[in-house]
């Protein structure tokens, strides 16, 4: 019985090799791929105007100012819109690539001030058209939240946009 166990051994072995070695002949197999790449514009961003909400009034209660893409604002609250203001989108050009797409970082919140004072800055907004060789117009828009009584001055503050290819 030891006889038959070595030989089968040796002959399970023995398949064991020859499918080991052809295996390795089947892996050694050799293909050939292009490799390309295609060199596109750069994407840029150049401020044209800078986000304006223009005059307001604050009042015995809490409000917001929201300022569309257009420039358009709405008030709620106890904030009441001043007449003639300089209320202004904030608007970009973007130049790229022609047909290719963009995608537009802006930020959570921002915060005007005025010595100590502020007034927080959120659920901006953009609008903008595809990129077509030329400047492409991006416009901003944001609410402004306005506390009640709040002190007079003027507020500022800075926020960045971001624009990356998709």
Do not use: W
């Not at 001043?82 to 047909?99: E, I, K, L, R």
């Not at 004072?117 to 402004?144: C, K, M, N, W, Y």
């Not at 009584?149 to 507020?155: D, M, T």
Request: glycine share 12%; charged share 10%; with cysteine.
């Amino acid at each position: 019985m030891r006889t038959v166990c070595g030989k089968l051994a040796v002959v399970c072995c023995s398949g064991t090799m020859l499918s080991l070695a052809f295996c390795a002949v089947a892996a050694a197999q050799t293909a050939s791929a292009c490799a390309t790449a295609t060199v596109v514009l750069p994407l840029t961003l150049n401020k044209v105007s800078d986000l304006g909400f223009g005059r307001v009034i604050a009042g015995e209660n809490s409000g917001t100012v929201t300022l569309d893409t257009t420039g358009k604002r709405t008030a709620t609250g106890g904030v009441v819109l001043a007449n003639g203001s300089d209320a202004t989108a904030a608007v970009f050009t973007v130049n790229g690539q022609q047909g290719l797409g963009y995608t537009v970082l802006l930020p959570k919140q921002v915060a005007l001030r005025s010595g100590a004072e502020a007034l927080p800055v959120d659920s901006f907004i953009h609008e903008g058209g595809p990129l077509t060789g030329t400047a492409t117009q991006l416009r901003v828009g944001a609410t402004v939240h306005v506390a009640p009584h709040q002190p007079v001055g003027l507020y500022g503050g800075v926020f960045e946009v971001t624009v990356s290819y998709n």
